[in-house]
Every structure is written in C-alpha cells, then in structure tokens.
C-alpha cells in the first residue's frame, strides 16, 4: 500500500511490537492518520481499540468495514480462534451508515 501513498497499519501482535504498543499509536488512529487500518480480531475487542471506535472523529472518517479471509469466520469461527467470533460484534459498535463487506479469495460454493 505505502508503494501506491496509502498510509497503511496492521495492528497484529507482530506489528505493535514495532510501532510500539502505546497511547500514541491509538491516538494516531482516532486523530485518522492512517488510511487503512488492519485489526486482528482480538485487537477489535481492546479497551484501546474500543476508545478508537467511539471517536468522533474516528467515526466521521470511517468510510467502510471490511472482514477479510470471511471463509475462516464462517467456516470454523470461534472454533478456529475464539476472537472470530466477536468480529460481528463490531457492526454495532461503528456507525450505522458504514458499509460493512466481507471478502475471501477461497470460498467454496454453498450447495443448497
């Protein structure tokens, strides 16, 4: 993404440990300074992010919520990793007015 201007972040146990897992990381987000924000389903149920979610600022720029790799949450959920199934969760949690997409590049075809 950086290659293309977009100012990207994947907050992910592996990538906070380079930025630092501070205040000031989550204040970057509310004060949206990153475009794209990649959250690890069990970032999305911190105190820290939940400060994120309830911005305002945050929320007047939250253009869209997208669940990517939809296939492992559907398929094995909470049985895979627990935090999948709180993933839903958040659609209450953000502004009733963003658009919500889920995406897989590997989704078998549901037969009926």
Partial sequence: MEQHGIK???LDAENLQAYGDT???YAQLRR???QVIIVSPERLVT???DRVIHNDQFRRNLALYVV???HVVATWGASFRRA???IGAISQRIPPETPILAMT???RPILT
């Fill in 105 to 107: 590049a590997t989704c």
């Fill in 68 to 70: 990517d790799e939809a």
């Fill in 23 to 25: 205040p000031e990381v």
């Fill in 47 to 49: 105190p820290e992010f």
């Fill in 84 to 86: 999948y199934s709180d």
């Fill in 8 to 10: 990207a972040i994947s």
């Fill in 32 to 34: 949206c300074e990153w």
